[in-house]
């Protein structure tokens, strides 16, 4: 049986669709979308699909705006 501090942390590595909607204002659909089609990173558990903390830094990361100069 998993030490309790190991599935803290992977609950933690872990998100669901809700959650990830939740940070980054993109619809459940989408990411179940993109992680069904390839383009997300994901770990599927009976009906419940997770979204590494780390793909949506790196979705964040690629949509990023530059600021623009001051004039």
Do not use: C, F, H
Not at 58 to 69: D, G, Q, T
Request: a positive charge; zero cysteines.
């Amino acid at each position: 049986m998993p030490k309790r501090a190991e599935v803290e942390q992977v609950k933690s590595e872990y998100v669901t669709v809700k959650t990830a909607q939740a940070l980054t204002d993109r619809s459940a659909w989408t990411w179940r979308r993109d992680a069904y089609a390839g383009r997300v990173a994901s770990v599927k558990i009976g009906r419940m699909l997770l979204i590494p903390r780390s793909e949506i830094d790196r979705i964040m990361r690629e949509n990023l705006r530059p600021a623009l100069a001051a004039k």
